[in-house]
Each structure stands twice: as C-alpha cells, then as structure tokens.
C-alpha cells in the first residue's frame, strides 16, 4: 500500500473546509439580488469552524511529516 494513504482523512477534512469557504462565499456574493435573504451571522460561523478545521487538519499533517521525518532518522 502507498504510504500517502494515512493522509487521507487530513487531506479531505482540508477538501471539506475548502468547500465550505467556497459555498458561503458564493450564497455571500449572490445575496446582492432584491429578496435575496442570506444571514451573515450563520454565514460567519460557517466561515469561523472551516478556518478551525482546516488549521486542525494542517496540524495533523504537519504532525504526521514530523513523526515520518523521525522515523527516518532513526532509521538511517
């Protein structure tokens, strides 16, 4: 199996934040229309958790390059 594997879950949860941004944005952008009811505040919390998740996520494979990193020192 490719080692990039263990990565996944890190490398998605940065996918799902990623779409998050891009979803808020876009309801954000379109809301200029008459009618248009976009609530800013749930808009901002969206916009709050996927900048908390995608920093965790980045955390993790930072962690996981360090621990890799080790054991290659380790090794050689």
Do not use: C, Y
Not at 27 to 39: K, R, T, Y
């Amino acid at each position: 199996m490719h080692r990039m594997i263990e990565f996944n879950p890190s490398i998605r949860g940065l996918d799902m934040a990623t779409e998050t941004v891009n979803r808020v944005a876009t309801q954000v952008a379109g809301s200029g229309f008459p009618g248009d009811q976009v609530d800013l505040s749930d808009q901002m919390v969206s916009l709050m958790s996927a900048k908390n998740d995608f920093e965790a996520n980045v955390k993790a494979i930072q962690t996981e390059d360090q621990v890799n990193q080790s054991l290659l020192d380790i090794t050689i």
